[in-house]
Structure formats: structure tokens, C-alpha cells
């Protein structure tokens, strides 16, 4: 039992199991079944795993909450790796980054929140980190369904051609997209801006620097820039810098 400043009596009721200590790979804290109930909070179950291992470290959670008084207060919070469960958000929607779809891993690291006030939801969040060992790649998701966010990232990384992917959706629009090549000193661009958010911007070219036989050389060619379709492009071939030992 607990009394509040104004004589209120509030019961309390707490349990759960904790389990802390070394293991072969490092160092586990592992919360299960934890509870707080009380006469205007709910706590738990409460899931906790911290898993600091020498190769992974993990991190999941399960939490709910609720308090009740003049307006019932909710929240739920899970996260960590997706594993075996069903992620139930769809985290590509309409992004055209991902024209056909894209399955979540049991590697993957998601996580869900949602948020009630008086029976109102305030927020109903999803989001999820997908890593492509095989493409060099990240994904990342955010989906929020009161708000109807839908935002996604990508980035595709290949190491035999030395070049970069990516770009940024909301919804069925791209906000930004881009490719770079790259080589030990050199440097190609294209990056596009969305029409309807950042006036259209198209940008890109060739940059190269390094050492020359002379001193150190940065040149810039084919540099090229548009807003809304109209077009402003530098000279061919224009060096920026070029510094020399003499």
C-alpha cells in the first residue's frame, strides 16, 4: 500500500523474474514477466533481453502501460529483432524504391508503438532497419497510420564497381534519389529533388582530385544544375583547384 499527499490509497502489486549474468558469448540481462498494477497503473508485462555478446549485441523489448484516472492512458512499445513474428505494418506501401515489396528478416530490427488517450489514438507507429549483406544494402521504414506517414530509405552500396545507390520516398513520391561512382580519386554524381517538395532540383557531374606530379589537383567537370526543369550548366571542363609545389 502507498498514500498520496491527499490521502488517496493506492495498492500496489509488483512481480516478475530476473535473471543477470555472464554468458559463453559475454554478458545477458534478461527481464520476463515483469508487472506494476496499482489502482491507476498498469505496468507490464514488461519483456526486457539485453544480450551484450562479443560479436552482436541484441536489444528487445515488450512493454505496455496504462493509467487510469480521468482519461484512460495506453501505450504499447515493442522492439528489437523482428525474428519469427509478424510485423503487422506495411512498411513499403506505395514507395516506388521497392516496386516488388520487401520481405522483413528474422535479423531485421523493427519496432512498434501505439499511444491512446481516452480511447483516441494518438499515434500507431512502425518502423523497421533491414540490412542486404548480399547488395550492400539499408532499409529503413517509418509508417505511422493516424498521420499517414510512409517514409522509406535505401542505399545500395557495390564494392567490385565501387558505386552507390539511393533515394527517399514519401508515400509514391521520391524526395530525393541519387547515384554515385566512385574510384580511388574520383568522384561521379546525379542526384534528382522532388518536383512537388524541393522545385524539381537535378544536379550532378565529375569530380577528381589527387596528387599530381606537380603538387595536388581538384577539377569539377560536366557539373550540371536545374530547378523545375530549367536547365544551368557549367563550362565543360572547369578546374577548381590546383596547387603546386613551385
Do not use: C
Not at 5 to 26: F, H, P, R
Not at 132 to 157: M, T
Not at 158 to 186: H, K, M, N
Not at 212 to 223: M, Q, V
Amino acid at each position: 500500500l502507498a498514500t498520496l499527499d491527499n490521502g488517496t490509497i493506492i495498492e500496489l502489486d509488483v512481480g516478475g523474474s530476473v535473471w543477470i549474468g555472464g554468458t559463453d558469448a559475454g554478458f545477458k540481462i534478461d527481464i520476463a514477466d515483469a508487472y506494476l498494477n496499482s489502482t491507476l497503473v498498469d505496468l507490464g508485462p514488461l519483456d526486457l533481453v539485453v544480450d551484450v555478446g562479443r560479436v552482436k549485441p541484441s536489444l528487445s523489448v515488450e512493454l505496455d502501460l496504462e493509467y487510469q484516472n480521468n482519461d484512460t492512458f495506453y501505450m504499447t512499445l515493442v522492439a528489437g529483432g523482428k525474428g519469427n513474428a509478424t510485423f503487422d505494418y506495411d512498411v513499403v506501401g506505395d514507395s516506388p524504391l521497392y516496386s516488388n515489396g520487401y520481405e522483413l528478416e528474422a535479423d531485421d530490427l523493427v519496432m512498434s508503438s501505439t499511444l491512446s488517450i481516452g480511447g483516441d489514438t494518438l499515434y500507431d507507429v512502425g518502423t523497421a532497419l533491414a540490412f542486404d549483406p548480399g547488395r550492400g544494402g539499408i532499409n529503413v521504414f517509418v509508417v505511422e497510420s493516424e498521420s499517414a506517414i510512409g517514409l522509406a530509405a535505401k542505399s545500395e552500396w557495390d564494392s567490385d564497381d565501387q558505386s552507390a545507390l539511393f533515394g527517399v520516398t514519401s508515400g509514391s513520391s521520391i524526395l530525393v534519389s541519387g547515384e554515385f561512382d566512385l574510384d580511388p580519386r574520383a568522384v561521379k554524381f546525379d542526384v534528382t529533388l522532388d518536383e512537388t517538395t524541393y522545385a524539381g532540383v537535378h544536379a550532378g557531374g565529375d569530380i577528381w582530385f589527387g596528387d599530381t606530379s606537380d603538387g595536388f589537383k581538384l577539377s569539377a567537370k560536366n557539373i550540371f544544375f536545374s530547378v523545375l526543369d530549367q536547365p544551368m550548366t557549367m563550362p565543360t571542363a572547369m578546374p577548381v583547384a590546383n596547387v603546386s609545389d613551385a
